[in-house]
């Protein structure tokens, strides 16, 4: 019998709490501060955003552009990974009491290759933001070596089309989940995780007979982004598996004490 974990972001039976770009409420989103936070307060995975820099290279980003949540201005697809790194990606965060304490500390963009490097063995669910970052993304991913425990979704099914074979593990893109939802068409039949909102435009998208419907498929379902107790353990209660949180401290704590 083996003794391999299961990873969590594909185990039915498992409620795994997933830092939603780190910690975001409380360090610079997407960032390796925010994700040590994450680590720190318990997460099972994390999950972070991926794009192409000018030099090919698979970066850890949000936005197209840097200006929302940097020093620098324009697309990160003009900048290479030295440019990035050199970006204070904790310039514009600011906490509860209106400071910014990691502005001119060092935050910078980190690489996927660095983030595999740092957080060995912690499962991820990437979200694929663009189809050109899919190359850069599965080279960093087998020579880390982290191929086996990461998830890849995204909005564009285009840019989940590479990791639709071994040795990636493909979750949902927006066609997937819309065709879960309405019952309309199949979703891709290697579709092992659907990562979904609460709610989309006023409709409950995690409902009961769409998370069995994922079941049924031998598929998991994670809800974003969820920041309180008391709706984390109602999707619980929903038979969810994981909550994707910008605090994770305040949702690992529900899930040990009101599941």
């Known amino acids: 019998m083996s003794g391999e974990r299961v990873n969590p972001l594909l185990d039915p039976f498992a409620r795994p709490v997933i830092g939603h770009r780190g910690a975001a409420a409380y360090a610079p989103e997407n960032t390796l501060e925010s994700f040590r936070l994450a680590v720190t307060m318990g997460v099972d995975a994390l999950e972070f955003d991926v ?28 900048r290479t990974v030295a440019e990035l790194r050199g ?13 910014t304490p990691f502005r001119g500390r060092g935050v910078g963009i980190p690489t996927l290759a660095e983030v595999i490097a740092a957080f ?24 880390g070596g982290a191929a086996e425990r990461t998830v890849l979704a995204g909005s564009n099914h285009r840019a989940l089309e590479l990791f639709r074979s071994d040795p990636f593990t493909v979750g949902a893109s927006q066609r997937d989940i819309a065709r879960l939802y309405f019952g309309v068409g199949a979703p891709h039949p290697r579709c092992r995780a659907y990562a979904v909102p609460d709610h989309y435009y006023g409709l409950p998208v995690p409902t009961r007979r769409f998370v069995r419907a994922a079941r049924c498929r031998a598929s998991t379902v994670h809800v974003w982004t969820v920041d309180d107790a008391r709706t984390a353990i ?10 994707v949180t910008n605090r994770p401290d305040v949702i690992v704590a529900a899930r040990k004490y009101g599941t």
């Open 51 to 78: 794009r192409r820099s000018a030099d090919g290279e698979a970066v850890v980003v949000h936005d197209a552009t840097l200006d929302r949540t940097t020093n620098l201005a324009g697309p990160v697809a003009s």
């Open 87 to 99: 970006a204070d990606a904790g310039f514009r965060f600011a906490n509860h009491d209106g400071e």
């Open 120 to 143: 060995p063995g912690v499962p991820l669910l990437i979200e694929v933001k663009e189809v050109e970052a899919q190359a850069a993304i599965a080279r960093a991913l087998i020579e």
């Open 234 to 243: 109602g999707l619980w209660q929903n038979e969810v598996n994981g909550i």
